[in-house]
T-cell receptor, first 113, second 114 residues
Framework: NAGVTQTPKFRILKIGQSMTLQCAQD?????MYWYRQDPGMGLKLIYY???????DKGEVPNGYNVSRSTTEDFPLRLELAAPSQTSVYFC????????????FGSGTRLTVV | GQSLEQPSEVTAVEGAIVQINCTYQ??????LSWYQQHDGGAPTFLSY????GLEETGRFSSFLSRSDSYGYLLLQELQMKDSASYFC???????????????FGKGTKLSVIP
């Protein structure tokens, strides 16, 4: 049982480049989330999804896009990378009846230079 | 909007007991969760309180007082491996009745010393 799988684990981008962070879960969870974590700042919600085809913005969505074509996958797209997007990105999922107990992926450490 | 306050750092001795507090302000409230995160790792779920009182899971306990907008995580018989950051998180009505995203505090870094 893999849980939540994120790829890549590390990435360095140049300013203006784009990339997609991959996230997949095998627990049949309807709810999926993308958070970013900056040092000493906790986790901030970027986007979330309550099921295939349904996504919505979180607290800090600017500069990002998501899609949810299947229950399993929830990729995060960064367009025109900026230094302010240097962060650790976590994908998470939860079930409806245990919504408070997220399962997190291992994270993607992104540096924009 | 929501806001959560927890101490930024706590130091405790191996074998002792430590309490990490969390106060919150929300426009509505469903429950308080706690997560543990080791350096370089992913957050992992520890506990959840929807009702007032104490929930115990092994060496860890979590308490909630809805009237005081306050909760805490209690760690007993501290071990070196408990050195980590601990986050409280809330879901409230500001998130939307049909959504399940949590708002996290900034975290408390616990250092356990010999």
């Amino acid at each position: 049982n893999a849980g939540v799988t994120q790829t890549p684990k590390f990435r360095i981008l140049k300013i203006g480049q784009s990339m997609t962070l991959q996230c997949a879960q095998d627990m049949n969870h309807n709810y999926m989330y993308w958070y970013r974590q900056d040092p000493g700042m906790g986790l901030k919600l970027i986007y979330y999804s309550v099921g295939a085809g349904i996504t919505d913005k979180g607290e800090v969505p600017n500069g990002y896009n998501v899609s949810r074509s299947t229950t399993e996958d929830f990729p995060l797209r960064l367009e025109l990378a900026a230094p302010s997007q240097t962060s650790v990105y976590f994908c998470a999922s939860s079930s409806e009846d245990r919504y408070y107990g997220y399962t997190f992926g291992s994270g993607t450490r992104l540096t924009v230079v | 909007g929501q806001s959560l306050e927890q101490p930024s750092e706590v130091t405790a001795v191996e074998g002792a007991i430590v309490q990490i507090n969390c106060t919150y302000q929300t426009s509505g409230f469903y429950g308080l969760s706690w997560y543990q995160q080791h350096d370089g790792g992913a957050p992992t779920f520890l506990s959840y309180n929807a009702l007032d009182g104490l929930e115990e899971t092994g060496r860890f306990s979590s308490f909630l007082s809805r009237s005081d907008s306050y909760g805490y995580l209690l760690l007993q018989e501290l071990q070196m491996k408990d050195s980590a950051s601990y986050f409280c998180a809330v879901r409230d009505r500001a998130s939307g009745a049909g959504s399940y995203q949590l708002t996290f505090g900034k975290g408390t870094k616990l250092s356990v010393i010999p």
